[in-house]
């Protein structure tokens, strides 16, 4: 009785608060657009029994789906997502990757030091370490000023407001994420195969790419999927680092949600978001069991 | 003692320095005296007592606390039970919907799971606010929880559990004095992941809040979305602060206690 309660209770909260939520979504989302309040149609009524619910779902059709596959907007913010979150992603694995390198060779009693220092930044607002971003950037910012000073650049370059500050951005934010699998990966690496493949005739860079590589790969792919799968519905990076031609479709759900007042739309932009998101994470569900399963 | 090459060395300080510029010209600038980004126009503490003045901040701080501490401990809660669920009791019918449904909110966009909470609070005819920005936080905060909670509940030897239920001990007494102790630890870091997590959301709030409930994020959202500010660029430097006392506050104290188990068990074993 007891082992029922600790159950129902967990249970129930995520029933009610994440799943019966995200079906309302795909109902919206097939609903058509209406003005009136709540503005789509049809509307479930109960109260005419098994009538109503079959002339529910006589309502309901895919033309919000076929709308986004027409609209240009759409499709367009898809891609653009998709573009900027593999760059952010692999920007990303190259600053991480020398980073969780250097960690996982510094002496021991260093380590404990070097983690806390890279995990300090995910406990500050992820908000506020996006806008400090801003001051950096700007046509008039601190990057330009320094640039400016050494002479590199004689006029300010335009970065923020741009996709390059959104990479910039994304890379800042995300990079504990890629450092964290790596570093783990890299730590567990047996010190005595790097020098066995030396010992054996094999140069420093190609040990490193024959030994290394291949060890930490699951700690790469973790990293990877950490970045990606977040950096696909990022919001706020886009709004205060890039511009308008900046299209991310986190963005635009937002704002067919809050501006256009369009719910049918914006729900089924949602759920083709989440359908385009199962594929990775799926894959990133079995690199972790993989992982689990190697280590047993 | 290995020595890092340069290499290594050059790559740590560059990370560091990457990870750590900004915020420290962030700290630098908000006690600038100038409005402008790149002019020093000497020390001053201006920013900050514009700051205190400003009483929509405070308000807004306010609402971000007390939806920060109910939702931590509504988590923890939730966040343990689910944990002990999953790890304990293997066979209950609905047990991969229930693993499931743990699992997905951590890799669910942020702008999901406001919108479909927005659409359920509508269809609800609930009155948005503090209340249900707390029952949103929670929702994905508890897995989190549930998250670090399990790992240490894997991490236990179950058999503790069976000596004291042998013994005669209820399922309750046994949770509160062998289980509980056990797993202190991963429960409190679990409440402060939850604690921040509620802190620091912008677009989940923004969903589920109401006129009167515009919490901190939303606030300095709106004030940064036109540009840099030097009041947020002061409300920054208290929020890192802040963190960063924290932080270093939780893990002296977590190395203390780990000193003293450590002088425990040599004395146990000497006796």
């Not at chain 1, 040990?207 to 519905?233: D, E, R």
């Not at chain 2, 509940?153 to 007494?173: K, R």
């Not at chain 2, 709106?222 to 506050?249: C, D, K």
């Amino acid at each position: 009785m007891r082992r029922l309660i600790l159950i129902a209770i967990p249970y129930l909260w995520l029933f009610c608060l994440f799943l019966v939520p995200f079906l309302i979504v795909v109902k919206i989302s097939l609903s058509d657009t209406a003005l009136a309040r709540p503005p789509y149609f049809p509307q479930l009524d109960l109260t005419l029994g098994w009538q109503g619910i079959r002339d529910f779902f006589a309502e309901l059709d895919f033309e919000n789906f076929v709308f986004l596959t027409t609209d240009s907007l759409y499709w367009k913010a898809y891609l653009s997502s998709l573009k900027i979150a593999l760059i952010s992603t692999l920007l990303t694995l190259l600053v991480g990757f020398p980073i969780a390198y250097a960690m996982a060779r510094a002496p021991e009693e260093w380590r404990p030091t070097l983690m806390m220092l890279v995990i300090l930044p995910f406990w500050t607002s992820f908000l506020i370490r996006v806008y400090s971003w801003m001051g950096i950037l700007s046509q008039n910012g601190l990057l330009n000023a320094f640039l400016l000073w050494l002479g590199v650049i004689s006029e300010p370059l335009t970065i923020l407001n741009t996709d390059i500050a959104v990479y910039i951005g994304i890379t800042y934010t995300y990079l504990p994420f890629m450092i964290l699998p790596v570093y783990a990966a890299l730590e567990k690496l047996d010190g005595s195969l790097l020098e066995a493949a030396e010992d054996l005739g094999c140069s420093r860079t190609s040990a490193f790419w024959l030994v290394t590589v291949p060890l930490s790969k699951q700690g790469v792919i973790a990293g990877c999927f950490l970045v990606f799968i977040p950096a696909m519905g990022e919001f706020v990076i886009p709004s205060l680092l890039g511009g308008s031609q900046t299209l991310m479709i986190g963005k635009v759900l937002y704002e067919e949600f809050f501006s256009n007042r369009d719910w049918p739309v914006a729900s089924a932009v949602a759920v083709v978001l989440l359908l385009i998101l199962i594929v990775p994470i799926m894959l990133f569900q079995r690199n972790q069991q993989k992982q689990q399963e190697a280590e047993e | 003692m290995r020595r890092l090459s340069s290499f290594n060395v050059v790559s740590l300080t560059l990370g560091f320095a990457f990870l750590y510029l900004p915020m420290v010209i962030l700290v630098i600038y908000s006690f600038n005296a100038s409005k402008l980004v790149t002019v020093w126009a000497g020390f001053s503490t201006k920013w900050y007592g514009e700051l205190m003045r400003n009483e929509a901040f405070l308000d807004a701080a306010l609402v971000t606390l007390r939806v920060a501490v109910m939702t931590s401990t509504l988590a923890t809660i939730l966040g343990t039970c689910a944990a002990y669920v999953l790890v304990r009791i293997h066979r209950f019918p609905g047990r991969t919907l229930f693993a499931g449904m743990t699992y997905a909110p951590l890799v669910m966009p942020d702008v999901i799971l406001g919108l479909s909470l927005l659409l359920l609070f509508i269809g609800l005819n609930v009155d948005r606010g503090v209340l249900t920005i707390v029952l949103a936080h929670t929702t994905f905060a508890m897995c989190y929880v549930s998250v670090v909670v399990s790992s240490r509940l894997v991490a236990f030897d179950a058999s503790l559990e069976e000596a004291a239920l042998d013994l005669g001990a209820t399922p309750w007494q046994t949770f509160r004095l062998i289980t509980l102790p056990i797993i202190a630890p991963a429960v409190i870091s679990g409440w402060l992941l939850a604690f921040t997590l509620s802190l620091d959301d912008l677009v989940i709030a923004s969903f589920t809040a109401g006129p009167s409930s515009t919490t901190l994020p939303m606030k300095i959202f709106s004030a940064v979305r036109l540009g840099v500010s030097p009041e947020i660029n002061a409300l920054s430097t208290i929020m890192i602060g802040l963190v960063t006392i924290g932080v270093i506050t939780a893990s002296l104290a977590s190395k203390r206690a780990a000193l003293r188990r450590a002088r425990e068990e040599k004395a146990a074993d000497r006796g």
